[in-house]
């Protein structure tokens, strides 16, 4: 390994801890307080996070920049320097960014605490006791998935790094097979698959923790309440006030650049806000992109729903775990793990063959190779939430379909799905909303003449957030917003169809 390689795989490393030293333990607290707690307005402070969940990399990192920007509008006011450039700015936007998986993760595994253990150690010791010594330990290792899904998540990722100019080994992929093309990329590049393996098992680790335990679930709808007393007032004020900072300001940002006026006074050129300017530029967004909302609206959708159907045989596989569950384990891994432009760089390498014309005309004139990155990105989404739909499939009612005579895939599809369909749904959307988001993946495949948001918005980026750019942006959040709402209806739909089938 090279010494400019060294420095890019330290560069990302570096930028992997300094987000996981933000994230991992704000996301930690945070989510032991709208999980675990009687924090007032949990259930408005879960629901932005999931709303954050679904917000792609690029949109949030154009929010940001928006406001405290080179030309954002607390810069350009004079009210102080750039707040965000360089490795700052990097490491906030991805900070900000990973704080709702942490969460959701971390959450997750707070939820999982048996009840029964705290409620026994209770008899024994004070609240504060059971939380250091039962709960937080017995979540411990969902805090270990969530650190290597951050660091993950960062080193595969170009988006920020390269708006802000750091140097990392994804980005320098994209940046040397953006200048020389797939066919001369440089030999120094290649040290770098090392890093990528260490990346795919760190994948397995995360598959492993997310995947679905042979132990069966509580009977208890939710988990023993921590009481916080006369902290509960504090505590509430500071999470209100943290998610003001993580939401609304990078929304005013938005709506201000969308709405900004300036008008000639006799002091000069004064700037103002116009609410009917900033709804006039999202409300005609999509019209004044609609090329790059048609190709989205196109490859998204098709990659989301190939990638549902690749899943359901590998969760279905995966259910019962053990060495069934390796193929699942082994592509979410995968797919989750590999650098984005490593992705597209593969892609490229399989479709330009020119011993075959007919497969380098699909490359160069038909949406294959976007389609194939998109799907590999919305895979892993997928796989994991059939698998954890699928693997609460009563066996009885399987084994008395085999009794009836019905095959593997007869139970599946005339059993399994039909009672879990809302999930197949579920998968769709999620898979969806990661297939809009991707960037680094499909940046490097897409052939002429085609030009998905994702792209389009992040080529605008590099010349500053002005107004037409945050209008494109709030319409894509609320897009996304939109996304959101219907997964969270699918769940609520599939828990009343449960709690009805139970009663």
């Known amino acids: 390994m090279d010494a400019r390689t060294f420095t890019l795989v330290l560069n990302t490393l570096r930028l992997a801890a300094a987000v996981c030293a933000v994230s991992v333990p704000l996301g930690t607290l945070l989510a032991w307080l709208l999980v675990r707690t009687d924090l007032l307005g949990r259930r408005l402070w879960l629901a932005l996070l999931g709303l954050m969940l679904f917000v792609p990399l690029y949109l949030q990192a154009a929010a940001w920049q928006a406001g405290f920007g080179l030309q954002?509008?607390?810069t350009l006011a004079g009210f102080g320097p750039t707040l965000l450039e360089g490795w700052?700015?990097?490491i906030w936007i991805h900070a900000a960014a990973a704080l709702p998986w942490v969460v959701l993760i971390v959450g997750f595994g707070l939820a999982n605490v048996e009840r029964e253990l705290e409620e026994s150690a209770l008899l024994d010791a004070s609240p504060r006791q059971v939380f250091w010594y039962v709960t937080l330990r017995a979540a411990l290792p969902a805090v270990g998935v969530a650190l290597l899904w951050t660091a993950l998540v960062v080193a595969g990722e170009m988006t920020v790094t390269d708006l802000f100019g750091i140097r990392t080994y994804a980005e320098e992929v994209y940046t040397q097979m953006a200048a020389t093309g797939a066919e001369e990329a440089p030999l120094r590049l290649l040290p770098g698959m090392a890093l990528t393996a260490v990346l795919v098992m760190a994948g397995m680790a995360i598959c492993r923790g997310i995947a679905p335990g042979n132990r069966p679930l509580s009977p208890h709808a939710a988990g023993w309440v921590f009481r916080l007393g006369r902290w509960r007032l504090p505590a509430s004020l500071a999470t209100a006030a943290l998610f003001a900072l993580l939401v609304g300001l990078p929304l005013g940002n938005l709506a201000y650049k969308a709405g900004v006026v300036v008008s000639q006074t006799d002091a000069g050129l004064v700037r103002g806000f116009s609410a009917a300017k900033c709804l006039g530029m999202i409300v005609t967004a999509p019209m004044r992109h609609s090329r790059e909302f048609g190709w989205s609206l196109l490859i998204c959708p098709l990659a989301a729903a190939a990638a549902v159907f690749a899943a359901i045989p590998l969760a279905w596989l995966a259910r019962r775990g053990g060495w069934r569950s390796l193929p699942a384990l082994l592509t979410a891994a995968a797919a989750l793990a590999v650098p984005g432009p490593m992705l597209g760089l593969a892609i490229i390498k399989l479709l330009n063959q020119g011993e075959l014309p007919w497969l380098v005309r699909l490359y160069d004139h038909s949406i294959l190779a976007p389609f194939l990155a998109l799907f590999v990105r919305g895979l892993p989404a997928a796989i994991f939430v059939l698998w954890h739909a699928l693997h609460t499939v009563p066996?009885?009612?399987?084994d008395l379909a085999a009794v009836d005579g019905a095959g593997p895939v007869a139970r599946l599809y005339r059993v399994a799905l039909p009672m879990r369909w809302?999930?197949?749904?579920?998968?769709?959307l999620v898979s969806l909303a990661m297939t809009l988001g991707d960037l680094a993946a499909s940046i490097l495949v897409m052939p002429p003449g085609v030009n998905t948001l994702s792209i389009h918005i992040f080529g605008l980026l590099h010349y500053g957030v002005e107004d037409q750019v945050a209008g494109i942006c709030l319409a894509l959040i609320g897009l996304f917003?939109?996304?959101?709402?219907?997964?969270w209806a699918i769940i609520k739909m599939a828990n009343r169809a449960a709690e009805s089938r139970t009663s």
């Open 72 to 74: 954002g509008w607390y």
């Open 88 to 90: 700052t700015g990097a």
């Open 395 to 398: 066996n009885e009612l399987l």
């Open 422 to 428: 809302p999930a197949a749904g579920l998968a769709f």
């Open 481 to 487: 917003a939109i996304v959101a709402a219907a997964a």
